[in-house]
């Protein structure tokens, strides 16, 4: 089945660490975005990327990166530099300018 | 100030209950206005709005858009324990070329009691 897939869905990161988020489509999709969701807040757009080996800074980029080496893939790295990175993540992705699709989250927590 | 206005920001109704929820929107780069439903993970795809004034309808829920007023409705009739959720307004915006975005309001909280 085509999807959009995020792992792990629990993450724990300590303090001073990099953790990794894993997104991957079969969507055959060229766009793909990352949001960060906090309690009783929507989505807010970390980074996102139109096509392969290209992406944008969105509205919360301080302290993330993204790669996009392949199309089906877009993993997002919270630095030591993010301060507060509690949080549910969300990764999506589209046929721009169409309807994003998301995954099921990945909720990181500080021990 | 929030770009993308959602009220309320929680709503408690009994089941068989009619609901309306609010979205206003800026007019800048304008594209569609969307709105998704999200329970406890994936925000999914409800309805996409470009048109100004033509309802569009999926069982018990109907939206519609006002370009001119810069707002949109989400109304579920007859509700359901199952409708529960945030319900997420998002506007998309043409940020330049081929750059679309979304911007999302705070979200409604809707509890449908039984």
């Known amino acids: 089945d085509g999807g959009i897939t995020q792992s792990p869905k629990y993450l724990f990161r300590k303090e001073g660490q990099n953790v990794t988020l894993s997104c991957e489509q079969n969507?055959?999709?060229?766009?793909m975005y990352w949001y960060r969701q906090d309690p009783g807040q929507g989505l807010r757009l970390i980074y996102y990327s139109q096509i392969v080996n290209d992406f944008q800074k969105g509205d919360i980029a301080e302290g993330y990166s993204v790669s996009r080496e392949k199309k089906e893939s877009f993993p997002l790295t919270v630095t030591s530099a993010q301060k507060n990175p509690t949080a549910f993540y969300l990764c999506?992705?589209?046929?721009?300018?169409?309807?994003?699709?998301f995954g099921d989250g990945t909720r990181l927590s500080i021990l | 100030e929030d770009k993308v206005v959602q009220s309320p920001l929680s709503l408690v109704v009994h089941e068989g209950d009619t609901v309306t929820l609010n979205c206003s929107y800026e007019?800048?780069?304008?594209?569609?206005l969307l709105w998704y439903k999200q329970e406890k993970k994936a925000p999914t795809f409800l309805f996409m709005l470009t048109s100004s004034g033509i309802e569009k309808k999926s069982g018990r829920l109907s939206s519609i858009l006002d370009k001119k007023e810069l707002f949109s409705i989400l109304n579920i009739t007859a509700t359901q324990t199952g409708d529960s959720a945030v319900y997420l307004c998002?506007?998309?915006?043409?940020?330049?070329?081929?750059?679309?975005?979304?911007?999302f309001g705070k979200g409604t909280l809707l509890t449908v009691n039984p």
């Open positions: 998002a506007e998309q915006k043409n940020s330049g070329g081929s750059n679309y975005k979304l911007t």
């Open positions: 999506a992705s589209s046929i721009a300018p169409r309807i994003q699709h």
């Open positions: 007019v800048t780069n304008f594209r569609s």
């Open positions: 969507l055959n999709h060229d766009a």
